[in-house]
Structure formats: structure tokens, C-alpha cells
């Protein structure tokens, strides 16, 4: 059995592309948000997560973490809709890039990688992002969307989709035949 260390229903929805012999688990980590690249400070706290439910379960466990990034300036999951209403007036209408880092931990072996997507927003007025904001609830996901809500934000995506949802099915199954 697997232990996905997260209690995100995107991340839960994913992985049953590679297992429904899965169990969730959250983990209590302390996510870092900066100190390094957005692929550093992903792989952290992905680290971070499958490690603290491994000490505690003794499973194979995959932890994962996903960071939103543009111009250098790293965009977690939002605060509270004010932020969220930040965040995406930042991104709305520009290129930008998630990065998803993913770290199985299990049976002596611990094996870590990550993937980057880049996605194109569209330009949405100030009521558009409101409405937005009401309607898919973004305080539990990173730059405060989500690509599989089907708004009109995302105009193109150069890459795996399922990265900028949270989890990068085929890494992910390369990286528990690793370590299960």
C-alpha cells in the first residue's frame, strides 16, 4: 500500500492513475516558502512531507508540493481571498511557471524528482477573477487556481497538465517503482 502524504482531492484523484491501493495521510511538516529556486523549495517541502508521515507510518509514502512562480516571486497557496485576489491579478494575462516536486520515501530508499509546466493566462477583468475567487474556493491551492476548474484562466498550457494540478502521474509512478 501507498501513503500519499496529502490531503489535497486533486493530488487523491491523480494518484489513482497509478494505484487504488493508496491510503492519505497528512502530514504536519512546516512548508519553507523561500530560500531558494522554486524547484529547491518545492522539493523541501515534498521532503519534507513524505518524510514526517514516514517516520510515523513506516509505509511508502510520496509527498509532494507544488509552487506557482513568475518573475522570481514565488506564488503558495493564498492567505485568504484578498491574497488570492493578488495573486491572480499578477498572473492574469502572463506566462508563468508551476513546478511540482514529488519525493517517495519507503523500504530503505528515498527517490526524488520534479517536473515544470508553463501556463498562459488569459486576461480576465477584475469581476471575472471576483466571480472566480467565489466560485472554486482557491485558499488550498498554489497561485490560487486550479487547472482543472474550467473558468477561462488558462489559455495554454506547454506541458504535463497534471503538474499544474498537483501531481505528475508518470513521475510520480517512476518514482515509487523506485523505492516500492
Known sequence: MIILASQSPRRRELIKQITDDF????????????????????????????????????????????????????????????????????????KHTVVTAVCVIGRG?????????????????????????RIHKPLDKAGAYGAQDGFGLIKHIEGNSDNVIGLPVELTRELIKKCY
Do not use: M, W
Open 109 to 133: 530508499c528515498e527517490s526524488a524528482g520534479f517536473e515544470k509546466t508553463v501556463v498562459e493566462f488569459n486576461k480576465l477583468s477584475d469581476a471575472e477573477l471576483n466571480e472566480y475567487i
Open 23 to 94: 491510503i492519505c495521510v497528512v502530514s504536519d511538516a512546516q512548508e519553507i516558502s523561500e530560500g531558494g529556486s522554486p524547484e529547491q523549495i518545492a522539493a523541501v517541502n515534498a521532503r519534507l512531507k513524505a518524510k514526517t508521515v514516514h517516520d510515523k507510518t513506516g509505509g511508502t509514502v510520496v509527498g509532494a508540493d507544488t509552487v506557482v512562480a513568475l518573475n522570481g516571486v514565488l506564488y503558495g497557496k493564498p492567505r485568504n481571498k484578498a491574497e488570492a485576489k493578488k495573486f491572480l491579478k499578477a498572473l492574469n494575462g502572463k
